[in-house]
């Protein structure tokens, strides 16, 4: 299939085949990193711009490092040292990128929906590399690189989302790739971390970690966000710890070769013990690493893109 979209917005705007085709260009582009010379010059003569107003370090780093791969020029843009303290809109900050002729804008934003406003008022193509509690399409994308890469197709397979799900961009997006890619998706959390409505996107729900890891080939743990009022849920962290956090005891008694994945930055002895997230289930630096080609894969798709 031809990918036709100057945007990547979010997982809920794509069918299977776009998913697929993101998916199998990614797992193409995997070979440049193993080259001595890691580059190829597919976006040469474009302009890239990591536009963030959130802190990251995965994600403006291997959007950084993918398009230059792709031979792309790179500019960053944090808005606390841009004009954005000065009072500047998104909407203006955009048109300026624009008129500075950039290709590509990839922007991280604290409100939901940032990235669909960007993409409406820009001729050029916007990346939402994570915008509220909304969604993280590239997230979700390496999430499922990296389980292909290790469990083969992901029709079929049982995969456990724990932790903040309320607040979280990363659940929503797996969710929407994961059921159309025909997995079956059980989100755990307390009561009042799981979002009113959440079953009408066809997953299961449990409030027992128990219970959600006994069939699951794969356990993707999620950070405690307590920036974003995860306090509310669970003043005591080590309470959240004991009833949700990931520990060996509990590996113990899952599927053997269970997965262990967690979007990053980890919150040790909170959501994942240690002896976990540098164990032998965990895939948490493959997935870092399968960041780069997914969004080699998404830089090279949205340029071809007319909108
Ligand atoms: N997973 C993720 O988005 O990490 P960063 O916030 O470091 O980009």
Not at 26 to 54: C, D, H, M, Q, W
């Amino acid at each position: 299939m031809l990918w036709t979209r100057k945007d990547l917005l979010g997982l809920e705007y794509l069918n299977r085949e776009e998913i697929e085709l993101i998916l199998d260009t990614a797992s193409s582009f995997k070979e440049v990193s193993t080259r001595e010379i890691k580059k190829v010059p597919a976006l040469r003569g474009k302009t890239a711009v990591n536009l963030f107003y959130e802190p990251s370090t995965r994600t403006r780093v291997s959007f950084e490092v993918a398009a230059k791969r792709l031979s792309a020029d790179v500019i960053n843009i944090a808005a606390e040292t841009s004009s954005v303290r000065k009072g500047e809109t998104l909407i203006d900050t955009g048109k300026n990128i624009q008129a500075l002729k950039a290709d590509i804008v990839i922007i991280r934003h604290n409100c939901s929906g940032a990235a669909n406003m960007l993409a409406r008022a820009l001729d050029i193509s916007v990346v939402n590399a994570g915008d509220g509690w909304h969604e993280h399409p590239t997230q979700a994308l390496l999430d499922m690189l990296t389980l292909q890469e290790k469990l083969g197709s992901i029709r079929g397979l049982h995969v456990t989302i724990v932790g903040d799900i309320a607040h979280s961009r990363v659940a929503r997006s797996n969710i929407w790739g994961l059921t159309k890619l025909g997995a079956q998706v059980t989100v755990c959390a307390p009561e009042i971390l799981i979002p009113a409505g959440i079953e009408k996107m066809g997953v299961n729900i449990s409030n027992n970690i128990d219970q959600a890891l006994k069939n699951a080939d794969a356990v993707n743990v999620l950070r405690m966000q307590f920036e974003r009022d995860a306090n509310a849920a669970f003043p005591e962290q080590l309470e959240y710890f004991k009833k949700f956090g990931i520990t060996s005891e509990r590996l113990a008694k899952a599927k053997k070769n269970i997965i262990v994945m967690h979007p990053g930055p980890i919150n040790r002895g909170i959501e994942v013990s240690s002896e976990v997230a540098d164990g032998e289930n965990s895939v948490i630096l493959e997935q870092v690493t399968n960041g780069i080609a997914v969004r080699m894969a998404v830089l090279f798709l949205v340029s071809q893109g007319k909108g």
